[in-house]
Nanobody, 116 residues
Framework: QVQLVESGGGLVQAGGSLRLSCKIS????????MGWYRRAPGNQRERVAT???????NYADSVKGRFTISRDVAKRSVYLQMNSLKPEETAVYYC??????????WGQGTQVTVSS
């Protein structure tokens, strides 16, 4: 079993930066891939960035060059550095994990609000 707890959301002005953190507890070493998703009001949840247990990263086209996903195995944490934020990126951001048994886990979400 895996538990995910996000932190780091908040209010930022357009063009600003935030860093989200996701702390993982439980069966950390069964995780194959972790990622960040977001859901804006009235929209479907969308993938923002993922990172595999080999360190391979993947980004949504809309965030390439501005967002960086990283992990710290020793701290059992995954991070999302978000730069040059836009008002339309206001959303609840969720940490996600996918394990070797094809199970998925979600955090409770953290609100990111970008003011114009």
């Amino acid at each position: 079993q895996v538990q995910l707890v996000e932190s780091g959301g908040g209010l930022v002005q357009a063009g600003g930066s935030l860093r989200l953190s996701c702390k993982i507890s439980g069966s950390f070493f069964t995780i194959m891939r972790m990622g960040w998703y977001r859901r804006a009001p009235g929209n479907q949840r969308e993938r923002v960035a993922t990172i595999t247990n080999f360190g391979t990263t993947n980004y949504a086209d809309s965030v390439k060059g501005r967002f960086t996903i990283s992990r710290d195995v020793a701290k059992r944490s995954v991070y999302l550095q978000m730069n040059s934020l836009k008002p339309e990126e206001t959303a609840v951001y969720y940490c996600h994990a996918y394990d070797t048994a094809s199970r998925e886990y979600w955090g409770q979400g953290t609100q990111v609000t970008v003011s114009s």
